[in-house]
């Protein structure tokens, strides 16, 4: 039934606009997933419920691979948890094989969102793309070599999905698990396949399975599936279990699309692939002052003030000193997005215990994951001590 | 190279103090119905200034040991950074006074004609267009209002836009 809504050819068309829209969207730095589905919601206003929602899911998935693409071209994420793929995508791309690094991100995606729906209860079909172009076949080609980090990184974008938080602790946990299992570890960071393939497996599984909670029991698992079930609201639609027994043409209409749009968004984005890759080759000094204007649109937009636009030089110039000391990027970036959650969850947490700190250890799903934080957290410092002293029973041995 | 190393994480020790001070003025123990507003910063700066004392102290063993280490910035690095950073600042200056947009045009014009040198026609064409075309979508069709300056507004209405 579901399909039957999805393949209309009206749904198809607006899928295919959501979903140019999102990528326009994702690729632009500053303005995300979040911001340009609550823009567009108005545009919905004259649609039926099916198909607005249709619109806005599509224009969410495009962003997803919209910030791949400008991570990888430009070594800026378009997203927050495009990060990860500016580790080994970036590398990748100045070392002239940003197509390949382009059509890796995408599969992976793709990859990632095919098995979200296999989840939601629907039939698979293997990922068959027409390959006309060298790009592409090399990208499947790595795919099948890498299979097993494709697998992990969508099932751990899945699983962190699902909870709150959503696609950049999922990314940045599947770029760790690829690296620390992968054979070939120096060659992370100077553009290896699964570095890429990992991080957006991860969080295109992520982006998608936070639908779940969404549409299941309206909980958001991310801000822009918060946008996205406030324009449910406002079209009469409450999310949770309701939804399923009284819209059901709607639910399954909005899924069925979901994975017709998964398709669709490959075969765009492949398409357009070499295009986006061409990019590159234009001159640097045009290039830089348009990323630097359409950033500072980026930094004015979000709270409409000039300063917020100063601070991004202030922290420009910071940043630039941190990447010289080699100050690690990845935690600063989980600081920022997951800092203010963090702070009000402490507090939460802190008034139920009514301020004993043991609130932390007491419950029982607390104590296990408390105790695997901390551990995780001594692990780095705990094995470097060890090799420390293996190294002298060593030489103090011999 | 190291001597920056210090002064950053001499630097980074000044934001944990500030966090930390600003901590205790605003309290940090237990408040009415939850923790006082202190009480995230302080330990936040607490942790920071722990960590900033590690790496400061690192810092300075490696300096005595080894020495200054590889300068910073090499040779002419720092000509082509302010070359970047300076109309950059110069151009937000620049906001304030004509709107974003506008400044745009000149902006890029001043990158692409002695940045990148390139004929003039090129430079008319893409500091024109680029500020155009981001207007239109950003301004009318994603309706996001943006620095329009003291005088923008008013220049911007000249042009009948």
């Known amino acids: 039934m579901g399909l039957q809504v999805a393949l209309q050819p009206y749904n198809i068309m607006i899928a295919c606009i959501g979903l140019v829209l999102g990528i326009v969207i994702g690729v632009l730095p500053g303005l995300g997933g979040a911001n340009g589905v609550a823009i567009l919601i108005p545009i919905t206003f004259t649609m039926n419920p099916i198909s607005a929602v249709i619109l806005l899911a599509c224009i969410y998935w495009g962003a997803l691979y919209g910030g791949g693409i400008c991570s990888i071209l430009f070594n800026i994420p378009g997203e927050p948890w495009a990060v990860a793929a500016t580790f080994d995508g970036y590398p990748m791309a100045k070392a002239g094989r940003a197509g390949k690094a382009l059509v890796l991100s995408f599969l992976g995606h793709g990859v990632g969102e095919i098995f979200l729906t296999v989840e939601e209860g629907l039939k698979m079909e293997g990922v068959k793309a027409k390959v006309t172009f060298k790009d592409i076949l090399e990208g499947l080609k790595e795919l099948v070599i890498h299979a097993k980090v494709l697998v992990l990184g969508s099932l751990i974008g899945c699983w962190l999905g699902i909870q709150p938080g959503g696609a950049t602790p999922a990314s940045f946990k599947a770029y760790g698990f690829a690296k620390s299992s992968a054979k070939d570890k120096d060659q992370y960071g100077k553009g290896a396949s699964s570095g890429i393939i990992a991080p957006e497996a991860a969080g295109h599984g992520a982006g998608t399975s936070a639908t779940l909670p969404m549409i299941t029991l309206g909980i958001p698992g991310s801000p822009t599936m918060a946008v996205i079930m406030g324009g449910l609201l406002i079209m009469g639609l409450q999310p949770g279990p309701m939804l399923f027994k009284e819209h059901p043409d709607f639910v399954w209409g909005l899924i069925g699309s979901i994975w017709v749009a998964h398709f669709l968004g490959l075969i765009i984005v492949m398409a357009f692939a070499p295009f986006f890759a061409a990019i590159l080759r234009i001159k640097f000094s045009v290039l830089m002052p348009i990323i630097i204007y359409v950033c500072a649109i980026g930094a004015f937009a979000v709270n409409n003030r000039m300063i917020d636009i100063y601070y991004l030089l202030i922290f420009g110039v910071i940043g630039y000193l941190f990447k010289k000391l080699d100050y690690p990027i990845a935690p600063m970036v989980l600081a920022l997005v997951l800092g203010s959650m963090a702070e009000s969850t402490v507090r939460q947490a802190l008034i139920m215990g009514r301020g004993n700190p043991l609130i932390f250890f007491r419950p029982s799903i607390a104590l296990p994951l408390m105790l695997l934080a901390i551990l995780l957290f001594v692990w780095p410092s705990i094995s470097a001590w060890r090799k420390k002293i293996a190294a002298k029973q060593k030489t103090g041995g011999s | ?161």
């Open chain 2, 1 to 161: 190279m190291r001597r920056a190393d210090i002064i950053v994480a001499l630097g980074m020790m000044l934001v944990g103090i500030i966090a930390l001070g600003d901590g205790i003025r605003l309290g940090f123990g237990w408040g009415m119905s939850g923790p006082m507003a202190g009480f995230f910063p302080f330990y936040m700066g607490l942790g920071i200034l722990i960590c900033t004392i590690f790496i400061v102290v690192k810092a300075i063993e490696v300096y005595r040991k080894d020495g200054p280490g590889k300068t910073l910035i090499q040779e002419g690095g720092l000509t082509q950074i302010l070359w970047i950073l300076i109309p950059a600042i110069g151009v937000f200056l620049l906001t304030e006074l004509i709107g974003l947009h506008l400044a745009a045009v000149f902006y890029l014009a001043f990158n692409i004609r002695v940045l990148g040198k390139m004929s003039w026609a090129k430079v008319i064409l893409l500091s024109v267009l680029v500020p155009l075309s981001v207007y239109i979508i950003f301004d009318k069709m994603f309706l996001i209002p943006l620095p329009e300056g003291l005088w923008g507004g008013s220049v911007l209405s000249l042009l009948s836009f």
